[in-house]
């Protein structure tokens, strides 16, 4: 294994040990998401339509992921630890990929509830759906953990994040909703292969410049 | 810094007032559309211009990011700016002009109307990016990145809003039809460049003045 | 005029009220730095005891 690839895999690891330890992102996140769908359940009137339901699935992925993204770099924050992880002799795109991964690993797991959750509360799920929600995960950590360093920078914090980030999650919507209601699922899903390879590269290639101070 | 040359503002003033005349009193009447297309004349150019607006406000926070030279932060800031007001005209004609063609001011099957939505929200974003950083080298590198994210933004969004069209929302109408006859081009780019002119005369004004008040800042911090 | 003509006419006018808007902007901008300007050199006379 490379030294990069080892300070990744150091990385990610620290902060998926740090929320086992704390436990204070996670839960919240998995909370939120249940409590979205009940109040779904009674937002949508009754006899509507599968595709909306699906929709607001997609609106409470989105909503849930903006949650553990405003936690993103919390910790770092209150201990200065981000300051020590920048002069670390590491390269610094390495402390987004572990990030990355650690918050795509959140997301995973949240996921791993709220979709049993959805297909109990409301309509089974395709595997087209799964496949979607599974790509967008990728492309939403990648650009909610550069968001969130850009935010963490900022005054207004917390409010700042979901301002920065729902316009950019406004095409992961587009190519999620789409993949699970369309009859061309494979075209969306593309769409969403596309987003996280251009948004994973770039946001890898600039958060070099964000945490410098 | 002499930024205020006198071509630009010339230039703005001839090319759309002769841009618009040629729209209106030359151009033949659209076969389809009727006069009701002579808005196109406004609303494309102004479209146009707001793309080069971001598109030039990125290429400035590439530029910073590269030499690191802090004067790019206001320039790319400027040009951005600049974007925001001709994407919030784009979005003004282009509704009057949903109005005309099928009797709504806001219609989701247009695609640019969608696509200036979503570029709208991102671009205030930056504005509210700006405002609540703290002034200094770490502001002017993170809008520099933002404003990154933002021209790649257009075209994944434009690609997303248009495979969208295919399924969400079936686009049934079109404005621009593949064979503009050759005098509709020529006002067309006319108007385009005129529009062009005119976002760079009011970039130059509007940098002059937020370089000007800088340097007050520092003169009264020199005093103070 | 047909209402096709009202809302084309509105949309030029539209550009030439927002160009006008933004001309406000500029004077009272100018207006303000003209005052900033004032006070900066009495300062900096008062200072220099010019």
Known sequence: MSAYAADVAALARKDVLLEVRSRDTLPAMLLFVVSALTIFHFALPSGSSERAETGLLWIAIVFTALLGLTRAFAAEREEGVLDGLVLAPCDRSAIWLGKTIGMAVFLVLAEIVALPAFALFFHPLSWELVAAVALADIGIASIGTLLAAIAAASRARELLLPLLFLPLAIPVVIGGVGASIASNPGSFLGFLVLYDGVFAILSWASFEYVVTE | MSSLNRGLPSAAFALLVGGFALAFYWAPEDADQGFSQKIFYLHVPIALTAYACFGWGAWKALRLLWTRDRKYDLESYTAIHMGVIFGLLTLVTGSIWAKISWGEWWTWGERQLVLFLILFLFYSSYFMLRYSTEPGPRRERNSAVYALFGVVLIPVSFLAVRIAGTILHPTIFTHEGADLPWQMLVAFLVCLAGMLSLAATLYRVELTGKRIDASLRELRELLA | ?50
């Open chain 3, 1 to 50: 005029m047909s209402t096709a003509e009202k809302y084309v006419t509105g949309a030029y006018l539209v550009l030439l009220g927002s160009l006008l808007v933004y001309l406000l902007i500029i004077a009272l901008k100018v207006g303000r730095l003209e005052e900033d300007l004032a006070d900066l050199t009495r300062a900096a006379r008062e200072k220099h005891g010019g």
